[in-house]
């Protein structure tokens, strides 16, 4: 999905002055890449949007469906990712391997990826 077009068919409202820049997992092969694109990327002027499937969060892994959420926050000692949700809990913390597969088409078939608002 574009947020662009979403915007356009949605609730959401997002200021003209965001810039959408999407990133594609296929940009990130390996978690090095994608923990580079996080420590780049995660500031205070931006957010990063999350389109991913959520049966991370299921012990079978089948239970879950496409979302967007907001990361919240990365730390790189740990790799750590927290994962903002309207649902409870609403801080979810996963590792980098968890968010390549959940933004992968392992679970449905379905390619996700990352999303940068970069807002001047």
Known sequence: YCFNSL???SFLSIPDSAKFLPFLITKFS???KLANFLKD???????IIIRYHTGIWFPNGGDGYGHFSVITEYNEKTGVVTIGNPEMPHFRPENLDKLLYA???KADGT???FYVIACS
């Open 41 to 47: 990327n995660i500031c205070k002027q931006n957010d």
């Open 103 to 105: 933004t992968s088409d």
């Open 30 to 32: 390996d978690k090095v």
């Open 7 to 9: 915007q356009q068919t």
């Open 111 to 113: 390619l996700r990826g």
